[in-house]
Nanobody
Framework: VQLQASGGGLVQAGTSLRLSCAAS????????MGWFRQAPGKEREFVAT????????YYADSVKGRFTISRDGAKVAITLEMNNLKPEDAAVYFC????????????????WGQGTQVTVSS
């Protein structure tokens, strides 16, 4: 499975940005996909995840109410709509496919995209 993330960029605080992630290859096993982020000098942290069949979504407290994860029903792809961005949201954002167990742990994810940079100026 290959994941291609896109949509990052430089934005001002308070504005919005939309990230996309498309999966290719043997994607039939994918049941949940999510987003993580990693800022310089920090550990990779959970942002959001969505279950393919139920469409149930889960969010980190830090982004709840501002970010929305959704899936593209026609494709094996997810998006992350990020609103009211804050400087602390700046990071490299990674999409990943969930394998098993804790949905908010990087160790529970199997395949990872290359990451897309989000920079937020204050």
């Amino acid at each position: 499975v290959q994941l291609q993330a896109s949509g990052g960029g430089l934005v001002q605080a308070g504005t919005s940005l939309r990230l996309s992630c498309a999966a290719s290859g043997p994607t039939r096993r994918i049941h949940t996909m999510g987003w993580f982020r990693q800022a310089p000098g920090k550990e990779r942290e959970f942002v959001a995840t969505i279950n393919w069949s139920s469409r149930n979504a889960y969010y980190a407290d830090s982004v709840k109410g501002r970010f929305t994860i959704s899936r593209d029903g026609a494709k094996v792809a997810i998006t992350l709509e990020m609103n009211n961005l804050k400087p602390e949201d700046a990071a490299v954002y990674f999409c990943a496919t969930h394998r098993a167990r804790l949905y908010d742990s990087p160790g529970s994810y199997e395949y990872w995209g290359q990451g897309t940079q989000v920079t937020v100026s204050s």
